[in-house]
């Protein structure tokens, strides 16, 4: 297990799946926003968060339930890289592990802290730009 499945685990009481794929689909989420360049200084403090992007469930676009329904009416509405459409896909992915929508909150400053720890500050605050978190 690497050093932020280890804290997720002992902080919030998952399993060692449920930690690694949460923090993975949170850290999917930045990849995506921040783009390569940003997200490589991302990489190189941390280089678990690849694993953690390995492990993270698969989205599907249009799939059922609830999740589905607000996943497909926030594409209609502005596309799947919408808020709306980011935040339906991480609620799906934490329900896939067994999660609760509210463990995101949860997961979020956990993650920030072990990034800032490894990289410093510069390299927390490009995934607080894009994720959230609030001010250090």
């Known amino acids: 297990m690497n050093e932020l499945v280890d ?11 449920q930690a690694q794929g949460g923090a993975g689909l949170l850290l999917n989420l930045a990849k995506q926003q921040l783009g390569h360049a940003d997200f490589s200084k ?13 492990a993270a469930p698969q989205q599907e676009s249009g799939g059922g339930g609830l999740m589905g329904m607000v996943g497909s009416l926030a594409s209609s509405l502005g596309g799947g890289n919408s808020e709306l459409g980011q935040l339906a896909g991480l609620v799906g ?4 592990l067994g999660l609760k929508p509210e463990m ?6 956990i993650i920030l802290t072990f990034v800032e720890n490894k990289g410093g500050g510069e ?14």
Do not use: C, H
């Not at 995101?104 to 400053?109: D, I, K």
């Not at 390299?123 to 250090?136: E, H, I, M, N, T």
């Open 7 to 17: 804290m997720l685990v002992s902080k919030l009481g998952v399993s060692e799946g």
């Open 42 to 54: 991302v990489a190189q403090a941390a280089p678990e968060v690849g694993d953690a992007i390995k």
């Open 93 to 96: 992915g934490f329900e896939k």
């Open 104 to 109: 995101l909150t949860q997961f979020l400053p």
């Open 123 to 136: 390299v927390a605050d490009l995934l607080k730009k894009v994720l959230g978190g609030g001010s250090r």
